[in-house]
């Protein structure tokens, strides 16, 4: 059974920084994709950044630069570093997770998902 679980969210002044990581476990698959997505209230579930099991990443163009997405592939780790943060970052972040190296900020290709972690920013 796969499961995500993420971890890193909190509270934040405008400018700062955090790690947000996802924990995956029970897979057998031998290439896999991993996203990153983030929703608020009334509003849809929306891409931020993913990454496949060869590296290849994509972000979505709001973070691009700002955010940078890796993976641990000996701990079955990803990674989402936030940088620069404003408060239009607020939002439930979620990771995703499906088989194939086809990294995509599409949720509807994703269908494994974590709880969440909840970041928010402001002053």
């Given at each position: ?13 405008p400018?700062g920084?955090?790690?947000?990581s ?16 983030r929703?608020?209230p ?26 940078t ?5 000996a ?11 404003k ?5 439930m972040y979620?990771c ?22 909840q ?5």
């Amino acid at each position: 059974q796969v499961k995500l679980v993420e971890s890193g969210g909190a509270s934040v002044q405008p400018g700062g920084s955090l790690r947000l990581s996802c924990a995956t476990s029970g897979f057998t698959w031998s290439t896999y994709s991993v996203g990153w997505f983030r929703q608020t209230p009334g509003k849809e579930r929306e891409g931020v950044a993913a990454i496949d099991s060869t590296d290849d990443t994509i972000y979505a163009v709001s973070v691009e630069g700002r955010f940078t997405i890796s993976r641990d592939n000996a701990k079955n780790n990803v990674y989402l570093e936030l940088n620069s943060l404003k408060p239009d970052d607020t939002a439930m972040y979620y990771c995703a997770m499906d088989e194939g190296d086809l990294p995509t900020l599409r949720a509807d290709e994703y269908s494994h998902w974590g709880q969440g972690t909840q970041v928010t920013v402001s002053s």
